[in-house]
């Protein structure tokens, strides 16, 4: 053991010792909040932007019997309430890596700011990377819009990158009062697209996959917004105000289904089969995949029925109508609850239907990417099931959350 921890010295030392030669900050042990992060500022912090409210999901419809453990009154998933939200001016702040890890001028990892899916603060991958470069240096007041996992995944980007921006609006700022904005990538066309929707300048944007070691003079920096995996009424209300003006649904398929076969995970396998028998009552293979940013907002916008299979392409059910039929189609192991969230709060009617795969795990809060296959003739019978018109009730998400804490 102790021969372990000499080794493991030796090798830290090693490491902080090159760092130092090339510029990456020797990051110390210690982590701390961003409320705590600025001492050496002028003070400029907000905490509490918006409400803490505690989700109330309606319950749901299943072809299975019975509900879930998942789904089943009072289950709270990763969290039964949304995060407080909090913003900070800080000045000489590195941003790293292509989650854009957040450190501040004393060297110390700026937790809340830099949450990464699984990792505690003692496990945070800022303690076991170096930066073979130096720094480049960031002058004027910039924006941090990066997220863990939102350089490539569109549930990430929608979710906890872009709606920083919505912070910084909610506490009266507005685009031109920053001089660049620090974004994970800009290579996928969704990312363009929104970004330009947004209307945050092309030439203003910094990507990290392209500069992933920034000094920044100073910087807006937000707590994490939705890693949870729960999205928050203030984000669906965000997104929609948005984008669903600029993106007005034409006309289109009003059932769309949504199948996963061309992917690397979480496959379902009798996709084209499943496809294949719903179109003959209607509904029209979706592939968002091949779709400009635009066209999936209208698509789901327009939709009064969705079948799809669990993926990040769900997260465009913020832009749904109320009443909305929504059936999402799961693998046996990987039962997530998030947009069960987003249904709750924008008020579709969701349902449930868990498939067959591989043998559960023992640990059933796992999470596993294991391929999948669905009964036909139950997808069928549920769609009998649908009875519109759907319910026009305005979107309010206020109405649909609980009592403010």
């Given amino acids: 053991m102790k021969l372990r921890k000499t080794l493991k010295g030796l090798y830290r030392g090693?490491?902080?010792?090159?760092?130092?030669?090339?510029?990456?900050p020797v990051l110390s042990r210690h982590y701390l909040l961003l409320k705590d992060a600025g001492e050496h500022s002028d003070g400029i912090y907000f905490e509490n932007i918006f409400p803490v409210v505690h989700f109330q999901r309606s319950a749901p419809n299943t072809l299975d019997a019975p509900l879930h453990w998942k789904f089943q009154d009072g289950a709270h998933g990763l969290m039964d309430r949304s995060e407080p939200v909090s913003a900070r001016l800080m000045k000489q702040v590195y941003v790293a890596g292509p989650a854009g890890t957040i450190i501040d001028h004393r060297k110390r990892l700026v937790y809340d700011a830099s949450l990464e899916i699984g990792l505690n603060p003692q496990t945070h991958s800022a303690f076991n990377r170096v930066f073979w470069q130096q720094p480049k240096v960031m002058h004027g007041v910039g924006l941090n819009l990066s997220a863990s996992q939102a350089h490539d995944n569109y549930f990430h980007w929608m979710t906890d990158a872009l709606p920083k921006l919505g912070i910084l609006t909610a506490i009266g700022k507005?685009?031109?009062?920053?001089?660049?904005f620090i974004v994970n990538s800009r290579r996928l066309p969704f990312q363009r697209k929104t970004l330009a929707l947004l209307e945050i300048p092309e030439e203003k944007t910094i990507a990290l996959d392209e500069h992933p070691f920034l000094l920044c003079k100073q910087l807006w920096v937000t707590t994490a917004t939705c890693l949870s995996g729960n999205v928050s009424p203030w984000i669906i209300e965000f997104l929609r105000a948005r984008f669903l003006p600029d993106c007005t649904p034409s006309a289109g398929s009003s059932k769309i289904f949504i199948g996963r076969e061309h992917v690397r995970r979480r496959r379902l396998t009798n996709s084209a089969e499943l496809g294949a028998a719903l179109e003959t009552v209607g509904y029209e293979p979706l592939y968002p995949e091949h779709l400009d940013f635009c066209a999936q907002v209208q698509a789901f916008a327009h939709a009064h029925s969705i079948i799809a299979a669990h993926g990040a392409a769900l997260t465009n059910l913020v832009f749904c109508q109320p009443g909305t039929y929504v059936l999402e189609l799961f693998p046996n192991t990987y039962i997530n609850q998030?947009?069960?969230?987003?249904?709750?709060?924008v008020g579709l009617r969701y349902a449930y239907y868990i498939g067959e795969g591989q043998e559960l795990?023992?640990?059933?809060?796992?999470?596993?990417?294991?391929?999948?296959?669905?009964?036909?003739?139950q997808i069928l019978e549920y769609h009998a099931t649908i009875t519109p018109p759907i319910n026009t009730t305005p979107f309010d998400a206020r109405q649909r959350v609980g009592k403010e804490s």
């Fill in 338 to 345: 998030g947009f069960w969230t987003i249904a709750s709060i």
């Fill in 361 to 377: 795990p023992d640990n059933p809060y796992l999470l596993e990417n294991s391929d999948f296959s669905v009964n036909r003739q």
């Fill in 14 to 24: 090693a490491l902080s010792l090159a760092a130092r030669g090339s510029g990456w």
């Fill in 174 to 180: 507005k685009i031109a009062d920053f001089d660049y």
